[in-house]
């Protein structure tokens, strides 16, 4: 499995943002995708996540009601919406994958893209 992350930049607060990730080397909807990311100082925070159809996703606490997260097959990519960005949502943002058959309600992941810097400042 590879991930490869895109779409970080510097916005201002309230911004939006879309993070991209494309996965090559396995069949894409055996996997269900996420997001994390890991501020300076910081231990890494779960985002979202999405299940292999698409149809189920999970939140974390401080993005559910601002970020959302999708999948395209046709594209092998699975992106990140992220709306209302704050300061504190300033981080590296790693894109994930892990079996269909291994996730658990801990979202713990086995396969990681390289990150992609997100700043929020004004």
């Known amino acids: 499995v590879q991930l490869q992350a895109s779409g970080g930049g510097s916005v201002h607060p309230g911004d939006s943002l879309t993070l991209s990730c494309t996965m090559s080397g396995s069949p894409f909807s055996s996997y269900v995708m996420g997001w994390f990311r890991q501020a300076p100082g910081k231990e890494r925070e779960f985002v979202a996540d999405?299940?292999?159809?698409?149809?189920?996703?999970y939140y974390g606490d401080a993005v559910k009601d601002r970020f959302s997260i999708s999948r395209d097959p046709a594209k092998n990519t699975v992106n990140l919406y992220m709306n209302g960005l704050k300061p504190e949502d300033t981080a590296v943002y790693y894109c994930?994958?892990?079996?269909?058959?291994?996730?658990?309600?801990?979202?713990?992941?086995?396969?990681w893209g390289q990150g992609t810097q997100v700043t929020v400042s004004s």
């Open positions: 999405i299940s292999g159809s698409g149809t189920s996703t």
């Open positions: 994930a994958a892990v079996l269909r058959g291994k996730w658990t309600y801990r979202h713990e992941f086995d396969h």
